[in-house]
């Protein structure tokens, strides 16, 4: 694995894919972030088994590859190396090296085969919904779901819609809250 990018773009990735890494030190790979280098494309996938996420950038790729590396670590080393330079990136054995103008340092990898896949969703049901009334719906009821892992059904939020409406609800069993919506477009989806 080869590539070579712009550093501020692969930062903000970092960052952001960052988040989604967990803090397990039973599986200490959660810590990880997936890199895969293929043509004109740089993925970077991160998961904390709850959540998961994958990002793309744009980037030179002279040999493509996959690697996982600490989220930590990475991020640390981009903060650190100067603004507004490319960043070229390679795998040498179990080591990535990460060189920019006036610094450079070799990272460990930990093994690719042990990072958890993420699942993708199929399906031909969708809809569109702006982000702030996303955000809204799930700011409503996120008070009434329950905090605790005993019962993960009751931490979640239910999302379904009607014809006019986007409804989204929630319980702890004790509390039941549930906002809805209007939709600007007519099209219908089933619950989440």
Not at 4 to 28: H, Q, W
Not at 126 to 144: M, Q
Not at 146 to 170: H, Q
Request: proline share 5%; hydrophobic share 45%.
């Amino acid at each position: 694995m080869k590539f070579e990018c712009i550093k501020e773009k692969l930062k903000a990735a970092v960052v952001i894919a960052e988040k989604a890494t967990g803090k397990n030190m039973s599986l200490p790979i959660l810590s990880g972030l997936y890199l895969e280098a293929i043509p004109h494309k740089l993925i970077l996938r991160a998961t904390n088994l709850d959540i998961g996420l994958e990002l793309e950038i744009n980037a030179k790729i002279e040999v493509p590859g996959k690697v996982v590396v600490s989220a930590s670590v990475l991020a640390s080393f981009l903060s650190v190396a100067p603004d507004d330079e490319r960043i070229k990136v390679e795998l040498i054995g179990n080591n990535l090296s990460l060189s920019v103008k006036k610094n450079n340092t070799i990272i460990r990898t930990l093994p690719v085969e042990d990072f958890p896949s993420i699942p993708v969703v199929k399906g031909e049901e969708t809809a569109v919904i702006s982000g702030g009334d996303l955000v809204s719906g799930l700011r409503a009821v996120l008070p009434a779901a329950a905090s605790s892992d005993i019962r993960p059904e009751l931490g979640s939020v239910y999302v379904y819609s009607d014809s006019e409406y986007v409804y989204f609800v929630a319980t702890d069993s004790f509390r039941l809250a549930e906002k809805k919506i209007k939709k600007d477009n007519p099209t219908s989806f089933s619950g989440v």
